[in-house]
């Protein structure tokens, strides 16, 4: 089995190609045009989301089957088939045009895998096994939904502004201080819209016995 490198992409302003026009290629167009990207759908039929998004001009729809030449310039491909020679032609111009390939459900073609994610805010969590249990990346997904350790992604923007008030205060942090000061006492204050006042014990907390270098 194939060991997996994990990276988030960015996609703003690449071309993603999607072969396929059905429920599962319908999941990776949504989530792709989350992230300002160029989509185009290769499919003699989609989704009426699909054709909806294409008719909106979010997406770009080439209404026919694939042929060769349909990932010339393409950053990133997927390829949500159930024809598995389509799927064999489709990662072949996938290597020669060095774009990433997805073929979904068979990792063996695949340059990258989806993961299962969570996301809150801007806090994205990914979860993979590698191919070997797409169901138990599912289930970990769900478990995850519903804990209490999500809940600190709300923190996100106070830390966000904490980490460039101490650049700015030239203080030295390590990380196991930020870990030691990051409670769901500052989460509580950042979800009842005390954000101002989250940031500012914060950066008391993390500047105490600190000085400028």
């Not at 993603?16 to 185009?40: M, P, Q, Y």
């Not at 159930?82 to 990662?91: G, H, K, L």
């Not at 990914?126 to 923190?155: F, M, N, W």
Request: include cysteine; aromatic fraction near 6%.
């Amino acid at each position: 089995m194939a060991s997996y490198y994990p990276v988030f992409l960015n996609l703003k302003g690449r071309a993603c190609v999607v072969i396929g026009g059905g429920r599962v290629a319908e999941g990776k167009v949504r989530n792709l045009t989350k992230h300002d990207c160029s989509v185009t759908v290769v499919s003699p039929r989609v989704t009426p989301a699909i054709g909806r998004w294409a008719s909106q001009g979010r997406i770009a729809w080439l209404q026919r089957p694939y042929r060769e030449g349909d990932l010339k310039g393409a950053f990133l491909a997927i390829a949500a088939t159930n024809d598995n020679e389509v799927n064999r032609v489709i990662a072949e111009e996938a290597e020669r045009e060095k774009a990433l390939l997805n073929v979904v459900d068979y990792p063996p073609l695949c340059a990258f895998i989806a993961p299962a994610i969570v996301e809150r805010g801007p806090v994205t969590i990914a979860i993979s096994t590698s191919g070997a249990s797409p169901a138990l990346a599912r289930k970990l997904r769900e478990t995850l939904e519903g804990s209490e350790l999500v809940q600190y992604a709300d923190l996100a923007g106070v830390l966000s502004k904490a980490r460039r008030e101490v650049k700015r205060r030239g203080l030295v942090v390590p990380p196991d201080r930020w870990q030691e000061h990051i409670t769901m006492e500052l989460v509580e204050m950042a979800r009842d819209g005390r954000e101002a006042e989250a940031l500012e014990l914060i950066v008391s907390r993390l500047a105490e016995g600190k000085e400028a270098p």
